[in-house]
């Protein structure tokens, strides 16, 4: 038996067997093959390589400091304006709660991101950032984007090198992956025209490796990009991990209209988030680790990704924060405990293995 019927996917087979790196495009023929199966029996060959059948997952919870956004990217259904009724800002005593709730709940990670808040003075993440770490020693500060990091260079008028020190002295252990959003010109400042542009975002992922920090990348896809969009989203990421050989996981994440300025879309199908999950494992071959987000891809879809080239499925998200829920794609819904997350990989045919942030082993507690 062949195996596919798309002679290309044949061709490209071969190369992947190999160990050879994918062009441009063969990225763009991996999306538009018809042969579901056979594009997902090759990603899964790469992943089971690298991983075998572990599959990740940590506890972890999300905080959002702050919804208070001087940007407005047409996908956010987040963003407040600072005189909107609804708009918040977390004091830091609010945020050693809920960290002290997740370290109780058994979370080793905070995530931390918000909106780009003109009105926090720069010593309001040091003082977040080091009163959760004379607290909560052990627990893990994945925090604030490269969009943050730029904007916070620019407003408050220091170097990019002094704000990541100064952050990391802190106590920032690494940096999650969100705003890269899509990096092709001109999709993205379609969509988020006062973000720093894809090149910056680069820049910045590079110094925060440097300064020895790993973080992740995302790439939001389903809105008004294409194809091509996507593939050179994946190229670029693959050129600046040869560079710094920082990022440790990607993540796609699929386009939620509800509640966004681009609402009138219908956001990708369960096909669509497959072929990316296995495309970006396929194309991204310097990338360890692809997630599986279940939040936004759904808890159904995101198991079957588990043979599509994903080894991790992210967290518990004890409690996800004012902009997963903006994201969620199942009423809402945030939260999964450890046994529902074990249970989710171990029937899909998986070793399900407890992580921390960097992917060190963690032994599992009770659930």
Same mark, same amino acid.
């Given at each position: 038996?062949?195996?596919?019927?798309?002679?290309?996917?044949?061709?490209?087979?071969?190369?992947?067997?190999?160990?050879?790196?994918?062009?441009?495009?063969?990225?763009?023929?991996?999306?538009?093959?018809?042969?579901?199966?056979?594009?997902?029996?090759?990603?899964?060959?790469?992943?089971?390589?690298?991983?075998?059948?572990?599959?990740?997952?940590?506890?972890?919870?999300?905080?959002?400091?702050?919804?208070?956004?001087?940007?407005?990217?047409?996908?956010?259904?987040?963003?407040?304006?600072?005189?909107?009724?609804?708009?918040?800002?977390?004091?830091?005593?609010?945020?050693?709660?809920?960290?002290?709730?997740?370290?109780?709940?058994?979370?080793?990670?905070?995530?931390?991101?918000?909106?780009?808040?003109?009105?926090?003075?720069?010593?309001?993440?040091?003082?977040?950032?080091?009163?959760?770490?004379?607290?909560?020693?052990?627990?893990?500060?994945?925090?604030?984007?490269?969009?943050?990091?730029?904007?916070?260079?620019?407003?408050?008028?220091?170097?990019?090198?002094?704000?990541?020190?100064?952050?990391?002295?802190?106590?920032?252990?690494?940096?999650?992956?969100?705003?890269?959003?899509?990096?092709?010109?001109?999709?993205?400042?379609?969509?988020?025209?006062?973000?720093?542009?894809?090149?910056?975002?680069?820049?910045?992922?590079?110094?925060?490796?440097?300064?020895?920090?790993?973080?992740?990348?995302?790439?939001?896809?389903?809105?008004?990009?294409?194809?091509?969009?996507?593939?050179?989203?994946?190229?670029?990421?693959?050129?600046?991990?040869?560079?710094?050989?920082?990022?440790?996981?990607?993540?796609?994440?699929?386009?939620?209209?509800?509640?966004?300025?681009? +609402?009138?879309?219908?956001?990708?199908?369960? $096909?669509? !988030?497959?072929?990316?999950? @296995? /495309?970006? =494992?396929?194309?991204?071959? %310097?990338?360890?680790?692809?997630?599986?987000?279940?939040?936004?891809?759904?808890?159904?879809?995101?198991?079957?990704?588990?043979?599509?080239?994903?080894?991790?499925?992210?967290?518990?998200?004890?409690?996800?924060?004012?902009?997963?829920?903006?994201?969620?794609?199942?009423?809402?819904?945030?939260?999964? +405990?450890?046994?529902?997350?074990?249970?989710? $990989?171990? !029937?899909?045919?998986?070793? @399900? /293995?407890? =992580?921390?942030?960097?992917? %060190?082993?963690?032994?599992?507690?009770?659930?």
């Amino acid at each position: 038996m062949q195996f596919s019927f798309d002679t290309k996917l044949n061709s490209i087979a071969a190369k992947v067997e190999a160990g050879e790196r994918l062009t441009f495009d063969e990225g763009i023929a991996l999306y538009k093959t018809d042969d579901l199966n056979a594009l997902g029996k090759l990603a899964d060959f790469v992943r089971r390589k690298k991983h075998g059948r572990t599959t990740y997952f940590n506890v972890n919870r999300h905080f959002n400091h702050t919804n208070i956004c001087v940007a407005d990217c047409k996908f956010c259904g987040f963003y407040r304006r600072a005189r909107q009724e609804d708009a918040y800002t977390h004091s830091i005593e609010e945020g050693i709660e809920i960290a002290r709730n997740a370290v109780a709940e058994g979370a080793t990670e905070l995530h931390i991101v918000g909106g780009l808040n003109s009105k926090l003075p720069f010593a309001y993440y040091t003082d977040l950032f080091s009163s959760l770490k004379r607290e909560f020693p052990n627990l893990h500060l994945k925090a604030l984007t490269m969009v943050e990091l730029d904007f916070m260079a620019r407003f408050y008028k220091m170097s990019d090198e002094e704000v990541i020190e100064r952050l990391k002295a802190a106590g920032m252990d690494s940096c999650p992956g969100g705003g890269a959003e899509i990096f092709a010109e001109p999709t993205r400042s379609r969509i988020c025209d006062h973000k720093c542009d894809g090149n910056r975002w680069l820049e910045l992922a590079g110094k925060v490796h440097k300064a020895g920090l790993k973080t992740n990348a995302t790439m939001l896809y389903g809105h008004i990009e294409t194809i091509e969009d996507r593939v050179d989203h994946f190229i670029k990421l693959r050129q600046q991990q040869d560079k710094t050989d920082g990022f440790q996981c990607f993540i796609p994440l699929a386009f939620y209209p509800n509640g966004t300025a681009l +609402s009138s879309l219908p956001g990708p199908d369960a $096909i669509d !988030n497959l072929k990316t999950i @296995a /495309v970006s =494992r396929l194309m991204i071959d %310097n990338f360890d680790h692809i997630k599986a987000y279940w939040v936004m891809l759904g808890k159904h879809t995101a198991q079957t990704a588990l043979h599509f080239g994903a080894n991790d499925l992210d967290g518990t998200i004890t409690d996800g924060g004012e902009l997963t829920e903006s994201y969620a794609v199942e009423n809402g819904e945030v939260k999964m +405990s450890r046994a529902e997350l074990i249970t989710m $990989i171990e !029937n899909a045919g998986f070793e @399900a /293995v407890e =992580r921390d942030t960097v992917y %060190n082993r963690v032994e599992c507690q009770a659930a």
